[in-house]
T-cell receptor
Framework: KAGVTQTPRYLIKTRGQQVTLSCSPI?????VSWYQQTPGQGLQFLFE???????NKGNFPGRFSGRQFSNSRSEMNVSTLELGDSALYLC????????????FGAGSRLTVL | QQPVQSPQAVILREGEDAVINCSSS?????VHWYRQKHGEAPVFLMI?????EQKGHEKISASFNEKKQQSSLYLTASQLSYSGTYFC??????????FGPGTRLSVLP
């Protein structure tokens, strides 16, 4: 059974650009959550999607957005990149929404120069 | 509001025991524990639900006291493979699922 797949694994952008990250959940999982991980802040919740609807959103500016497709695949977008957006972005999937067992992908490491 | 974890870091020798605590100022409905090894994604260890139950995973067990709004993770006879950062996660007010800041555990031979 394939795990959670995130692409790209690494990317470098410059300030002001935008980026789109992709996450393919485990087959059958309908909930996808996104987290930002930095050394100083730990795992910060970005948002959760279930059945193509954003269920919850963390305390991040509007530059961070996401969506989920009918096949449960999810994308997150960050516009007008800032240096502070450099982080590991982790996607996690679960069978249903809410506090369930999360299976994480390997992450997308974003570096903003 | 994320839960609080203590200690921030701990160093052990193989075979020693450790306790990691997770507490919240808000009511906890459940507590999840994850471990993240260096350079890897977090991996689920266990969920504890209301009722003060204790669960185990290998020689790692945990308890949950909802009255005190805290959970403790017990690592017994630690092995080198236990090294990593341990995160507790909770659902705050039935909404966002948030993680604590993590406890870095280093097990030395």
């Amino acid at each position: 059974k394939a795990g959670v797949t995130q692409t790209p694994r690494y990317l470098i952008k410059t300030r002001g650009q935008q980026v789109t990250l992709s996450c393919s959940p485990i087959s059958g999982h309908r909930s996808v959550s996104w987290y930002q991980q930095t050394p100083g802040q730990g795992l910060q919740f970005l948002f959760e999607y279930f059945s193509e609807t954003q269920r919850n959103k963390g305390n991040f500016p509007g530059r961070f957005s996401g969506r989920q497709f009918s096949n449960s695949r999810s994308e997150m977008n960050v516009s007008t990149l800032e240096l502070g957006d450099s982080a590991l972005y982790l996607c996690a999937s679960s069978l249903v929404a809410g506090a369930n067992v999360l299976t994480f992908g390997a992450g997308s490491r974003l570096t903003v120069l | 509001q994320q839960p609080v974890q203590s200690p921030q870091a701990v160093i052990l020798r193989e075979g020693e025991d450790a306790v990691i605590n997770c507490s919240s100022s808000k009511a906890l409905y459940s507590v999840h524990w994850y471990r993240q090894k260096h350079g890897e994604a977090p991996v689920f260890l266990m969920i504890l639900l209301k009722g003060g139950e204790q669960k185990g995973h290998e020689k790692i067990s945990a308890s949950f006291n909802e009255k005190k709004q805290q959970s403790s993770l017990y690592l017994t006879a630690s092995q080198l493979s236990y090294s990593g950062t341990y995160f507790c996660g909770t659902e705050i007010g039935g909404q966002n699922f948030v993680f604590g800041p993590g406890t870095r555990l280093s097990v030395l031979p």
